[in-house]
């Protein structure tokens, strides 16, 4: 189960509560994967040079909502305005790899960053798939644009080895702030069809529905039907559409598309696809945009999608838990094994994490699986961990295997109990009574008045 959100932030902070917006209050089973795109964020020159060096606002936002529901920040890519957050499920990550981010900037012929695309790329059980948040050119007139634009943005290349190109992923998602606006109607028109709940009067005058009719490379996107009122131009902290002195045409800019490699090849032989060869598919279960949020003068629109899929991938590359009972008493030793064919590196290292981590750097501790390596067989090895480095008030933690060549974390543990420095909570116990029971030296000068 896949969250997609898009959202044109405007600048604003990010909101008190976004329960409705990831929906964390459903009775519906929980989500394995968050996709966040947001666009406009705030991108002064000193909040976007202090967003380089710490997390930004947002996606400590994120982290902070997600991290004690099992979520992890996998990757994130930022170009000035453009954010895009990918969070997973602890037990999805060992079959997440070949993480790769994009940017590709179109403002000002290519120089601005204030338009273009940031795309994360990845292998998920061994299919390949893409997600690509957009910010495309304003206003009316620049239809053409926009597509130019778009083209642009799918002809970017990752860097590295055997990396397909984005049409060439198994599944790629496009969703941002596309801009698209509806033509030839005018604003009494497309406001009354809005209020009167007639949305299909407007769909054929859309300015993407329009272009996928004509343009070859947008039809084999897909997209859910638009059962939800237009998500700008709005007030702030509002519903009513923009009562400024532009009174702007209200219009579907925030979109979320989504494209299969295998139907589309399928289509062009125009055969039945069976079932044995169709090894993934892709179900829009939601496809809605959440009006109780008004930061901006946008309203963010999100997508809950099912992903079905063989997996190709079936064991971690990495397997590895703790040895016997931990206690931050005493060192204490991992236990792993790797198949055959891991490429592994003197740089890989395993973590130890608090079971709210956040994201790969947030651990507590961490040994080298060659420096600390204390023995070795053909089955598996063990690494040695000082007890200096594990937290004295013990609690609920999980050890994640790095690979360096990898980029990422290739086999995770279960939860485990660590048992707390009994001898160091009597000793601060014992001080904690000692300067209680001590009377202050001017508790008596304070007595007499």
Not at 129 to 144: G, I, R, W
Not at 186 to 198: A, C, L, Q
Request: negative net charge; proline residues 5%.
């Amino acid at each position: 189960r896949l969250h997609l959100v898009t959202w044109n932030v405007g600048t604003a902070s990010p909101p008190p509560d976004v329960s409705s917006l990831l929906q964390l209050d459903s009775l519906a089973p929980t989500m394995d994967m968050y996709v966040i795109g947001l666009q406009e964020v705030n991108s002064r020159i000193t909040n976007f040079l202090s967003d380089l060096a710490f997390d930004d606002p947002w996606s400590i936002f994120f982290m902070t909502v997600l991290s004690p529901l099992g979520y992890i920040k996998l990757s994130s890519v930022r170009m000035q305005g453009l954010l895009l957050l990918i969070f997973v499920k602890h037990i999805h990550l060992p079959f997440i790899r070949d993480i790769h981010t994009h940017y590709t900037r179109t403002g000002l012929y290519g120089y601005w960053g204030n338009k273009g695309g940031v795309t994360i790329r990845m292998s998920l059980y061994g299919h390949t798939v893409c997600f690509m948040n957009c910010h495309l050119p304003a206003h009316m007139e620049n239809t053409e644009q926009r597509l130019d634009d778009f083209e642009k943005i799918l002809e970017m290349q990752f860097e590295g080895e055997n990396i397909p190109s984005t049409l060439d992923h198994d599944v790629l998602f496009w969703f941002g702030d596309l801009n698209f606006r509806i033509a030839d109607y005018g604003i009494h028109f497309v406001r009354e069809s809005i209020n009167n709940k007639r949305y299909n009067l407007l769909w054929e005058k859309d300015q993407l529905n329009m272009a996928k009719k004509k343009e070859v490379f947008l039809q084999e996107f897909i997209e859910g039907p638009l059962q939800f009122k237009p998500t700008y131009k709005f007030d702030l902290y509002s519903d009513v559409y923009d009562t400024s002195e532009k009174k702007r045409k209200p219009a579907w800019t925030d979109r979320i598309l989504w494209r299969v490699k295998n139907l589309c090849r399928h289509a062009s032989k125009e055969s039945e696809f069976s079932e044995e060869e169709q090894t993934i598919s892709v179900t829009l279960n939601n496809y809605i945009s959440h009006m109780s949020y008004g930061i901006s003068d946008h309203k963010p629109v999100t997508g809950t999608f099912g992903l079905e899929m063989k997996p190709l991938l079936s064991d971690p590359l990495v397997t590895l838990s703790p040895e016997g009972e931990w206690s931050a008493e005493h060192d204490v030793l991992i236990s792993y094994s790797a198949v055959p064919e891991f490429p592994s590196s003197a740089w890989d290292w395993i973590g130890l994490f608090k079971v709210t981590f956040r994201h790969v750097n947030d651990y507590v501790t961490y040994a080298w699986v060659e420096d600390d390596e204390i023995s070795s067989n053909e089955d598996s090895k063990q690494v040695y961990m000082s007890a200096a480095e594990i937290p004295d008030t013990g609690g609920e933690f999980l050890l994640c295997y790095y690979s360096n060549n990898l980029q990422s974390i290739v086999g995770i543990s279960q939860p485990f109990q660590i048992q707390p420095n009994r001898t160091l909570m009597e000793k601060d116990l014992t001080q904690d009574e000692n300067s209680w029971m001590q009377k202050p030296d001017n508790l008596e000068s304070r007595n007499e008045f």
